[in-house]
């Protein structure tokens, strides 16, 4: 296979463009003052370094509010679920889970146009400063949750519906890529229905359905699908606790 590289993305330029639509959509927040221009540099940006094509700009920046409108849910929701949270601002300014959250809902716009190479670098761009993956072909509702965050990886066909909490650790993940570029086009990751919790360090693996309301605990290897209103934990080890320096 021969690499090419003059028609690849500009890292700068996109991270420049994520950054101003950032700024659009909480002003004051990724700036010292509020920047009432980000919005028309956000769309010079995205011509220049996103896409060209008319029909794609009205698309993307079409979808800016409902974009704004799912994030303040997201905050809401991070908000409402995390006691050791002050503000919303707190979520914006230092939350990982969030700021994954944000490029993660700006890179699906981008690829449901068909720039995936584009919105793949938007979400590597968050992936390196945040250790949160999020395949930008996911699809995720809101409102959504993530705690602490690293080492999180949602793969590119998963679904995940509302009101949905993960914690660190957790994969929604293919079985295998043995198949290679065969599996291309196939769903091969989990759909996540709504009102589910995920505990830190749960593998949850193939095109398997996870019902509304469950709970799946700490550890969980998991490549079946379970109904709704279900709990599946590992059950507790049997610990030995002995006094130091005894036999």
Known sequence: MELRCNNLPNLEGISEFVRAVKRALFPGFF???GDPAALEEAKRLF???ICDIPENKETFFAAL?????SLKKDLQFAFDSDPACDSLEEIVYAYPGFSAILS????????AFG???AARVVSELAHSKTGIDINPGATIGSPFFIDHGTGIVIGETAVVGRYVKLYQGVTLGALTLSQGHALRGKKRHPTIGNYVTIYSGASILGDVNIGDNVVIGSN???????EANHRVVIPAP???IREKGGK
């Not at 509010?65 to 409108?69: A, L, T």
């Not at 993660?104 to 716009?109: D, L, N, Q, S, V």
């Not at 969980?220 to 379970?226: C, E």
């Open 47 to 49: 011509e220049e370094y």
């Open 238 to 240: 049997e610990l030995e």
């Open 65 to 69: 509010p409902k974009i704004s409108e």
């Open 31 to 33: 700036d010292k003052e």
């Open 115 to 117: 720039n995936k190479v």
């Open 220 to 226: 969980v290897f998991l490549m079946k699908s379970i």
């Open 104 to 111: 993660y809902r700006i890179a699906h716009e981008i690829y």
